[in-house]
Nanobody, 117 residues
Framework: QVQLVESGGGLVQAGGSLRLSCAAS????????MGWYRQAPGKQRDLVAV???????NYAGSVKGRCTSSRDNATNTVYLQMDSLKPEDTAVYYC???????????WGKGTLVTVSS
């Protein structure tokens, strides 16, 4: 079983920055993609950024240029550096781990990011 624990959310003013972290624990197989999704009130959960174990990244268009995802494979930790935050970035941010071969999918409980105008 895999457990994902997010940290780093909080309240920030527009234009500010936050760094989210997600630590995975349990039995972690090396071929995986870790990343971040977000869900604003009344909206569906959407991709923010994902990064493969090989370091390839994919970003949502709405955050491209403002967010950078990185990971430490030795500690099974993924990060999301968010800069130039906007009020529309306000959401619960969820960490995700997906295994490449089995497709098994795991979620964290989420961390709230609130951006004030």
């Amino acid at each position: 079983q895999v457990q994902l624990v997010e940290s780093g959310g909080g309240l920030v003013q527009a234009g500010g920055s936050l760094r989210l972290s997600c630590a995975a624990s349990g039995t972690i197989f090396s071929s995986n993609t870790m990343g971040w999704y977000r869900q604003a009130p009344g909206k569906q959960r959407d991709l923010v950024a994902v990064i493969t174990s090989g370091g390839s990244t994919n970003y949502a268009g709405s955050v491209k240029g403002r967010c950078t995802s990185s990971r430490d494979n030795a500690t099974n930790t993924v990060y999301l550096q968010m800069d130039s935050l906007k009020p529309e970035d306000t959401a619960v941010y969820y960490c995700n781990l997906k295994y490449t071969f089995s497709g098994a999918n795991y979620w964290g409980k989420g961390t709230l990011v609130t951006v004030s105008s």
